[in-house]
T-cell receptor, first 113, second 113 residues
Framework: DADVTQTPRNRITKTGKRIMLECSQT?????MYWYRQDPGLGLRLIYY???????NKGEISDGYSVSRQAQAKFSLSLESAIPNQTALYFC????????????FGQGTRLTVV | SQQGEEDPQALSIQEGENATMNCSYK?????LQWYRQNSGRGLVHLIL?????REKHSGRLRVTLDTSKKSSSLLITASRAADTASYFC?????????????FGTGTRLLVSP
């Protein structure tokens, strides 16, 4: 089983719909992140969380919200999806005690039509 | 805005050749990390080099860091077809105790048999 699991893996949704992407981890890490990947732009940080109930905005948080319901779970919501939110979304985790590498999920490919 | 910029954007070589890709960044860092991404999949951590290190090896990987030039290079020796992937550098900085990773736009490596 993967250490960082994202659901769904693929999703097509209509403009204006609310959608939630979920992430769970079994690594016991305290820090979790949501990134967005677009062709030619690399990965950009949407939100990050140090621990349960801790939420911080990244560089492109507009149009998104997150919830850290438990240490192992970090969900990303698009309240009203728009086509330019079509992208590949990644959840990642890291351990503050080592403060080094991040571990990524397999990604969610979201298409907003 | 992106912190790291990889160069070249794309690299095509034959199996057995060496592949070199470069990363430049803008601000001071605690460490620089290289990640690999197979098409449409999550990123996998390859190697980390700290700001007080100049060179690091891991198997067929060799990473150098020049903090005076704000640049790093990743060398993959004796490339294999399985090395075909996108490679990203990510800089880690910690002004507040939180290491924020900022990713570059990536180098797409194609290794032909």
């Amino acid at each position: 089983d993967a250490d960082v699991t994202q659901t769904p893996r693929n999703r097509i949704t209509k403009t204006g719909k609310r959608i939630m992407l979920e992430c769970s981890q079994t690594k016991g890490h305290d820090r979790m992140y949501w990134y967005r990947q677009d062709p030619g732009l690399g990965l950009r940080l949407i939100y990050y969380s140090f621990d349960v109930k801790d939420i911080n905005k990244g560089e492109i948080s507009d149009g998104y919200s997150v919830s850290r319901q438990a240490q192992a779970k970090f969900s990303l919501s698009l309240e009203s999806a728009i086509p330019n939110q079509t992208a590949l979304y990644f959840c990642a985790t890291s351990d503050s005690s080592t403060n080094t590498e991040a571990f990524f999920g397999q990604g969610t490919r979201l298409t907003v039509v | 805005s992106q912190q790291g910029e990889e160069d070249p954007q794309a690299l095509s070589i034959q199996e057995g050749e060496n592949a070199t890709m470069n990363c430049s960044y803008k601000t001071s860092i605690n460490n620089l990390q290289w990640y690999r991404q197979n098409s449409g999949r999550g990123l996998v951590h390859l190697i980390l080099i700290r700001s007080n290190e100049r060179e690091k090896h891991s198997g067929r990987l060799r990473v150098t860091l020049d903090t005076s030039k704000k640049s790093s290079s990743l060398l993959i020796t004796a490339s294999r077809a399985a090395d075909t992937a996108s490679y990203f550098c990510a800089t880690g900085s910690s002004n507040t105790g939180f290491q924020k990773l900022v990713f570059g736009t990536g180098t797409r490596l194609l290794v032909s048999p």
